[in-house]
C-alpha cells in the first residue's frame, strides 16, 4: 500500500521527530511512504480566521501536491480535519469541486489510519509508564477520530493508561484563539494543566502538536514533571 506523509507544519519546523515516528510506524506495518515536496500549510489558520479566499491558495497547492497519492497520512487530527473540510470547501467551484473530494476522502490521521484502514491496533510498541491521553477538539469533534488513539496505546503491555479528568475540554489553543484571546486561553489551558496532574501520570499524550505545545508550555512554567509526548513517538517506541 502506497501512503504520502502529510508533514503538517508544526511538525515540520518542530517536531520533527513525529515525522519520523509516523514513518516508521507506516512502514512498520507494511506500507511504502514517499513525500510530495509540493506540500505546504493546509490553510488551516487563515481559514479560522476568516480569510477564506486567501486560505484557498494554499488549499488548491495541497490538492495538487497529493492529487496522485492512494492515500494521504498525516500525525495531526486537526491538519487532516482541515483536508476533510475541502469537500464543502470547494463543492461550489467547479474546476476544483471534484479534486476536493477526491483529497477529503483519501485523507487520514495516522491512527485512524492504523486501526480503521489497515485493522492494525497492536504496533509493537515496548514503551512503559502511567499515560493519560488529551483528545484535541479538531480531532474528535470535526474529524471523529475518538476510539482509535485509545485502542493503541491499550495494546501497549506496559502502558497503564488512565481517563484525563474532563477530557472533552479544550486547552485553550485552538490556533489563532490563543493569540486573540490569551487571557481566556490562559485560563483554560490552567485547568487542562490541574485535570492532567489529577492523573497522577506520567506523561500527557495527544495527537495534534499545537496542544501539546500549549499544554507542555504551560506545565512546564508550572514546573510540572509530567513529560509531554506525541502519539507516534509511545507507538514507534523500540528498546
Not at 180 to 202: F, L, R
Request: glycine residues 8%.
Amino acid at each position: 500500500m502506497k501512503v504520502s506523509l502529510f508533514i503538517t507544519c508544526l511538525c515540520d519546523i518542530i517536531s520533527t521527530d513525529v515525522g519520523k515516528d509516523t514513518v516508521e510506524l507506516l512502514e512498520r506495518v507494511g506500507c511504502e511512504v514517499d513525500f510530495p515536496e509540493l506540500q505546504t500549510c493546509c490553510g488551516q489558520p487563515a481559514y479560522n480566521s476568516g480569510y477564506v479566499k486567501e486560505s484557498k491558495k494554499a488549499m488548491k497547492q495541497m490538492i495538487r501536491a497529493f492529487k496522485d497519492s492512494e492515500y494521504v497520512v498525516g500525525p495531526s487530527g486537526s491538519c487532516v480535519g482541515m483536508l476533510k473540510e475541502y469537500a464543502e470547501i470547494f463543492e461550489d467551484d467547479p474546476e476544483w469541486a471534484d479534486f476536493a473530494k477526491e483529497l477529503a476522502a483519501k485523507s487520514y490521521e495516522i491512527t485512524q489510519f492504523l486501526v480503521d484502514v489497515l485493522g492494525v491496533i497492536d504496533v509493537g510498541s515496548t514503551f512503559k509508564g502511567k499515560v493519560t491521553y488529551h483528545p484535541s477538539c479538531h480531532m474528535t469533534r470535526i474529524l471523529g477520530v475518538k476510539d482509535a488513539p485509545k485502542t493503541l496505546l491499550q495494546q501497549i503491555k506496559d502502558v497503564e493508561l488512565v481517563e484525563l479528568p474532563i477530557a472533552e475540554d479544550c486547552c485553550g489553543f485552538g490556533g489563532t484563539f490563543a493569540v486573540k484571546n490569551a487571557a481566556i486561553s490562559e485560563q483554560m489551558v490552567s485547568e487542562k494543566s490541574q485535570h492532567v496532574t489529577e492523573t497522577h501520570a506520567d506523561y500527557l499524550v495527544g495527537g495534534d502538536m499545537g496542544c501539546l505545545l500549549n499544554i507542555g508550555g504551560r506545565m512546564a512554567r508550572e514546573c510540572k514533571k509530567v513529560e509531554v509526548m506525541h502519539i507516534t513517538e509511545i507507538l514507534n517506541y523500540q528498546q
